[in-house]
Nanobody, 123 residues
Framework: QVQLVESGGGLVPAGDSLRLSCAAS????????MGWFRQAPGKEREFVAS????????IYADSVKGRFTISRDNAKNTVYLQMNNLKPEDTGVYYC????????????????WGQGTQVTVSS
Protein backbone atom coordinates (compact mmCIF):
# COMPACT_ATOMS: atom_id res chain seq x y z
CA GLN A 1 0.00 0.00 0.00
CA VAL A 2 1.44 3.31 -1.10
CA GLN A 3 1.55 5.97 1.60
CA LEU A 4 2.74 9.55 1.72
CA VAL A 5 2.73 11.05 5.20
CA GLU A 6 3.35 14.75 5.72
CA SER A 7 4.57 16.34 8.94
CA GLY A 8 5.99 19.60 10.20
CA GLY A 9 3.05 21.94 9.84
CA GLY A 10 1.97 24.33 12.56
CA LEU A 11 1.01 27.85 13.58
CA VAL A 12 3.75 30.46 13.22
CA PRO A 13 3.93 34.26 13.02
CA ALA A 14 4.73 35.98 9.74
CA GLY A 15 8.44 35.96 8.98
CA ASP A 16 9.08 32.63 10.66
CA SER A 17 10.16 29.36 9.07
CA LEU A 18 8.84 25.82 8.90
CA ARG A 19 10.21 22.63 7.41
CA LEU A 20 7.73 20.13 6.05
CA SER A 21 8.62 16.48 5.54
CA CYS A 22 6.93 13.82 3.47
CA ALA A 23 7.77 10.20 4.19
CA ALA A 24 6.92 7.78 1.39
CA SER A 25 6.40 4.04 1.65
CA UNK A 26 4.90 1.16 -0.25
CA UNK A 27 6.93 1.45 -3.42
CA UNK A 28 10.24 2.82 -4.66
CA UNK A 29 9.92 6.56 -5.17
CA UNK A 30 13.48 7.22 -6.18
CA UNK A 31 12.48 7.42 -9.85
CA UNK A 32 9.37 9.52 -9.27
CA UNK A 33 8.90 13.22 -9.42
CA MET A 34 7.78 14.67 -6.09
CA GLY A 35 5.74 17.77 -5.51
CA TRP A 36 4.15 19.98 -2.90
CA PHE A 37 0.75 21.57 -3.36
CA ARG A 38 -1.34 23.66 -1.01
CA GLN A 39 -4.99 24.51 -0.57
CA ALA A 40 -6.34 27.53 1.23
CA PRO A 41 -9.93 27.60 2.52
CA GLY A 42 -12.36 28.15 -0.33
CA LYS A 43 -9.65 27.92 -2.97
CA GLU A 44 -8.42 25.29 -5.37
CA ARG A 45 -5.35 23.23 -4.65
CA GLU A 46 -2.36 24.97 -6.17
CA PHE A 47 1.15 24.00 -7.13
CA VAL A 48 3.97 25.04 -4.81
CA ALA A 49 7.15 23.16 -5.79
CA SER A 50 8.36 20.06 -7.58
CA UNK A 51 11.61 18.15 -7.86
CA UNK A 52 12.83 15.48 -10.26
CA UNK A 53 13.96 12.02 -9.21
CA UNK A 54 17.59 13.13 -9.44
CA UNK A 55 17.03 16.08 -7.13
CA UNK A 56 18.02 18.55 -9.80
CA UNK A 57 16.11 21.36 -11.53
CA UNK A 58 13.42 22.11 -8.95
CA ILE A 59 10.41 24.13 -10.04
CA TYR A 60 8.63 26.70 -7.89
CA ALA A 61 5.47 28.73 -8.03
CA ASP A 62 6.26 32.41 -8.49
CA SER A 63 4.67 33.19 -5.13
CA VAL A 64 7.25 31.12 -3.23
CA LYS A 65 10.42 31.59 -5.28
CA GLY A 66 13.31 32.75 -3.15
CA ARG A 67 11.56 31.73 0.08
CA PHE A 68 10.84 27.99 -0.27
CA THR A 69 13.26 25.18 -1.07
CA ILE A 70 12.30 21.66 -2.05
CA SER A 71 14.74 18.79 -1.59
CA ARG A 72 14.69 15.02 -1.38
CA ASP A 73 16.61 12.19 0.19
CA ASN A 74 16.01 9.07 -1.91
CA ALA A 75 17.80 6.86 0.60
CA LYS A 76 15.16 7.85 3.15
CA ASN A 77 12.25 8.04 0.68
CA THR A 78 11.60 11.52 2.02
CA VAL A 79 10.98 14.89 0.42
CA TYR A 80 11.24 18.20 2.26
CA LEU A 81 9.92 21.70 1.88
CA GLN A 82 11.87 24.38 3.70
CA MET A 83 9.69 27.47 4.03
CA ASN A 84 11.31 30.74 5.08
CA ASN A 85 9.92 34.23 5.56
CA LEU A 86 6.39 32.87 5.76
CA LYS A 87 3.49 35.16 4.93
CA PRO A 88 -0.19 34.98 5.94
CA GLU A 89 -1.05 34.13 2.32
CA ASP A 90 1.00 30.92 2.69
CA THR A 91 -1.68 29.58 5.04
CA GLY A 92 -3.31 26.36 3.92
CA VAL A 93 -3.14 22.59 3.93
CA TYR A 94 0.07 21.39 2.31
CA TYR A 95 0.00 18.14 0.37
CA CYS A 96 2.85 15.97 -0.78
CA UNK A 97 2.45 14.11 -4.08
CA UNK A 98 4.38 11.64 -6.22
CA UNK A 99 4.26 11.23 -9.98
CA UNK A 100 5.53 8.34 -12.06
CA UNK A 101 7.96 9.60 -14.70
CA UNK A 102 6.92 13.23 -14.31
CA UNK A 103 7.66 16.30 -12.29
CA UNK A 104 6.11 19.70 -12.75
CA UNK A 105 3.11 21.88 -12.09
CA UNK A 106 0.24 19.75 -13.42
CA UNK A 107 -1.76 18.36 -10.53
CA UNK A 108 -3.44 15.75 -12.75
CA UNK A 109 -0.09 14.08 -13.43
CA UNK A 110 0.48 13.10 -9.81
CA UNK A 111 -0.50 9.53 -8.94
CA UNK A 112 -0.17 9.48 -5.16
CA TRP A 113 -1.16 12.02 -2.52
CA GLY A 114 -0.72 12.45 1.21
CA GLN A 115 -3.41 13.55 3.63
CA GLY A 116 -1.92 16.99 4.13
CA THR A 117 -0.51 19.05 6.98
CA GLN A 118 -1.91 22.39 8.13
CA VAL A 119 0.24 25.50 7.94
CA THR A 120 -1.13 28.67 9.51
CA VAL A 121 0.77 31.94 9.36
CA SER A 122 -0.50 34.74 11.58
CA SER A 123 -0.04 38.40 10.72
Amino acid sequence: QVQLVESGGGLVPAGDSLRLSCAASGRTFSSDGMGWFRQAPGKEREFVASIAWSGGSPIYADSVKGRFTISRDNAKNTVYLQMNNLKPEDTGVYYCAAARSYYGIRRSQYNYWGQGTQVTVSS
